[in-house]
C-alpha cells in the first residue's frame, strides 16, 4: 500500500514521469519521512500499470534511447483517494523491535544490550542533525502555501526521534 501511494501521490502533484525521475523525487522530496527501496519503484509501476491505475507511454524524443513515462489515470486517482483515507483513518501503532530484546534480556548480558544502545544512540543523533538541516533546505525551497506542512511532517519525525533519544539515554543510566 505504501509504495503504490507514493508514486500515484507523486504522479497526482507533478504530472507524467519517468521511472527514473519517480525515483529521484522519492529520494529528494520523501526519504526523510518514509522508508522505500528504490529498487521496488519499477515493479509497483508496472503493477500499477497492470492493475489500470497509470497509463504509460513511450518517449522517444530521438536524442537517446526511448524512455517510458508514466502518468496516473481517472481509477489511479480513484485509488490513490482510497489508499489516502485509509492513511488518515489509520489508527496509531507504535513498535520498537528493541523492546523484544528487553523483554529477552535474560538471554544476553547487560553490556551487549548497553552497547547496542549506545550505537542506536549515537546513529540515532546523526540522523537527527541530518533530518534538522534537512528541514531547513526543504523548506527554505518550497512555495509558501506548502511550508506549513512540510514543517509539520519534519517535526513529527524530529519529536520522535528526541523522545527515542531521551529513552535510550535514561534506558542506559538504569542498566548501568
Aim: proline share 2%; hydrophobic share 35%; net charge neutral.
Amino acid at each position: 500500500m505504501k509504495i503504490p501511494f507514493y508514486i500515484l501521490g507523486l504522479l497526482m502533484r507533478y504530472g507524467p514521469q519517468q521511472g527514473y525521475k519517480i525515483k529521484q523525487l522519492m529520494s529528494e522530496g520523501i526519504a526523510d519521512f518514509t522508508k522505500i527501496k528504490q529498487a521496488t519503484v519499477y515493479n509497483n509501476l508496472e503493477k500499477l500499470k497492470n492493475n489500470g491505475y497509470v497509463n504509460s507511454n513511450v518517449d522517444n524524443n530521438g536524442t537517446g534511447p526511448e524512455k517510458i513515462v508514466y502518468s496516473i489515470n481517472d481509477s489511479g486517482i480513484t485509488y490513490f483517494n482510497s489508499l489516502l483515507n485509509k492513511v488518515l483513518q489509520k489508527s496509531y501503532n507504535a513498535e520498537f523491535d528493541f523492546d523484544g530484546a528487553l523483554y529477552f534480556h535474560s538471554f544476553t548480558d547487560n553490556n551487549t544490550i548497553i552497547k547496542n544502545l549506545e550505537i542506536q544512540g549515537e546513529y540515532i543523533q546523526n540522523h537527527l542533525k541530518g533530518l534538522i538541516i534537512n528541514k531547513e533546505i526543504t523548506i527554505s525551497n518550497l512555495l509558501p502555501e506548502y511550508r506549513v506542512y512540510c514543517k509539520s511532517i519534519f517535526n513529527h519525525h524530529i519529536y520522535h526521534i528526541e523522545a527515542e533519544l531521551k529513552w535510550i539515554k535514561e534506558t542506559i543510566e538504569d542498566l548501568s
